[in-house]
């Protein structure tokens, strides 16, 4: 798996991918904000497993920057591309996408607690699995402007790759070899991820 190598790389001390490896974590987690094709909660989990078995000197530190400043960047364009779409009278392609992830129930959800807490539901949006969309786009209807976005995903991305981190770590911890640390982090976050539509499809059911 391809990301799983960047995780790897990242965090290898001393090494010839050193160099490329934080760069393509970086990138890996930038585009995943764009574009929810990489996983990037277990990307981020994988290298921390990494990280904790190789105990290189900073590399934790360094994995935490690299995260959570590619995630705040990446948050960061797609707000500025939704919002040159709601000013277009023909939208865009960025627009649609982020509305095509943010069903009516969830968005109606979002702007309301949005209305009643302000940036505090940008954090929690960025730690709940899919939870990120929908608030995006209901600060992109309440014509929040970047700066203000921004103030409030800065933390949001913050604890967000922190939360991630740990599940690295303590995947980490329970096994001696890596590969087991990755594994059962990897499951951890596909878990985490799963919980809100298996919930969802539990209360439709009822």
Sequence with gaps: MTWLAAASAAVTPESTQQAAGYPSLFLLVLIGALVPVVPTGALVSSAAVVAFHQRAPYASALLFVTASLAAFLGDAALYWLGRRGMRSRSGSRWLAAIRARAPEERLAQAREKLAGHG???????????????????????????????????????????????????????????PWEGVVVAVVLTVLISAVPGVWRRVRAAG
């Design 119 to 177: 940036t505090a539901v940008l954090v929690l949006s960025r730690l709940l699995p899919a939870g990120r969309i929908p608030v995006m786009l209901a600060c992109l209807m309440a014509e929040w402007p970047p700066r203000r976005f921004a103030r409030g995903n800065l933390p949001a991305c913050l604890a967000w790759a922190a939360t991630y981190q740990v599940i690295g770590v303590v995947g980490g911890s329970l096994f001696e070899q």
